[in-house]
């Protein structure tokens, strides 16, 4: 087709440990609890992003739409609720892999509608958020392991799940992470 999406296979947990270069964001300032206004701020300017204009016209061949990272987005705040509660239910819980780029052609994620998904997206991003601000200081340390062997605490989890929703929207604005802050 020409315009296909070359699958991420990059293991993006090095965010733990130092700021990313692209977006900016550095992780490791993150608390626990400052999840949940994150988590709501980046779903808001989501909502703003799919209401502009081609929001499903890829930039270029290759890279996802607006639109295709905002579904995206909106599965990962769904992916990351579950986990978050295995991770508070279960001791040592252990997430089951998830394919993005399976999971993008096979949702037809640039055919969804921008208005439906940031309908979608808001919502998963409060379901989380609330889940994130009922978490208690005594569950920060509990722990979960990804099917490629990356180790979380829910502190770290949450490091690491703030900085994919503000990376997308670098990827599709050019907004730093510093700009994009609550």
């Known amino acids: 087709m020409g315009d296909e999406i070359v699958p991420e296979d990059k293991d993006w947990t090095w965010v733990l440990e130092r700021?990313?270069?692209?977006?900016g964001f550095v992780a490791s300032t993150v608390a626990v609890e400052d999840v949940a206004p994150w988590v709501r701020a980046n779903a808001a300017r989501w909502v703003e992003v799919l209401g502009g204009p081609d929001v499903a016209r890829r930039p270029r061949p290759g890279v996802w739409s607006p639109l295709e990272y905002a579904c995206h987005v909106r599965d990962v705040f769904r992916l990351f609720d579950?986990?978050?509660h295995l991770m508070l239910d279960e001791?040592?819980?252990r997430f089951a892999n998830w394919d993005q780029d399976e999971t993008a052609v096979a949702e037809r994620y640039?055919?969804?509608?921008?208005?439906v998904v940031a309908e979608e997206l808001a919502a998963a991003a409060e379901v989380l958020a609330a889940s994130f601000a009922a978490v208690t200081p005594d569950q920060h340390g509990r722990t979960g392991l990804r099917g490629d062997g990356s180790h979380f605490t829910v502190g770290t989890f949450a490091q690491y799940l703030v900085h994919d929703p503000?990376?997308?929207v670098w990827d599709v604005t050019g907004q730093p992470a510093g700009a994009q802050a609550s």
Request: hydrophobic content about 20%; proline content about 15%.
């Open 110 to 115: 640039g055919e969804q509608d921008p208005a």
């Open 82 to 84: 579950t986990r978050l």
């Open 91 to 93: 001791d040592d819980a």
């Open 19 to 23: 700021p990313c270069p692209e977006c």
């Open 166 to 168: 503000v990376h997308h």
